[in-house]
């Protein structure tokens, strides 16, 4: 089993920025990749962006390319988005996830390719 904690969500104002985390526990991190997915109310999940087990591979939606980032720090256990030139659209409950198929270079959009998922913190952006 693995467990996902993620951290840092709030209420900015849009252009801000925000710094999501997600600490892993129970598990070899480093065997998982890790990918961001959020659902806003009346909305299905979505994916956001994903990262390769090394940290090498990165994989992001369209509507977030270039504004946020993904990175890990296998060291701590922690998975990060970086948030910035945020939007009202991306108001969101932000949840990550890991998965533990393919090689050391996998990743995934697919949310039936992740195995764990955490309880998810709530983005809130205002106009």
């Known amino acids: 089993q693995v467990q996902l904690v993620e951290s840092g969500g709030g209420f900015v104002q849009a252009g801000g920025s925000l710094r999501l985390s997600c600490a892993a526990s129970g598990r070899t991190f480093s065997n998982y990749y890790m990918g961001w997915f959020r659902q806003a109310p009346g909305k299905e999940r979505e994916f956001v962006a994903a990262i390769s087990r090394s940290g090498v591979n990165t994989l992001y939606a369209d509507s977030v390319k270039g504004r946020f980032t993904i990175s890990r720090d296998n060291a701590q256990n922690t998975v990060f988005l970086q948030m910035s030139s945020l939007k009202p659209e991306d108001t969101a409950v932000y949840s990550c996830?890991?998965?533990?198929?393919?090689?050391?270079?996998?990743?995934?959009?697919?949310?039936?390719?992740?195995?764990?998922w955490g309880q998810g913190t709530q983005v809130t952006i205002s106009s």
């Open positions: 996830a890991a998965g533990s198929r393919g090689s050391r270079f996998t990743i995934s959009m697919n949310p039936s390719w992740y195995d764990y």
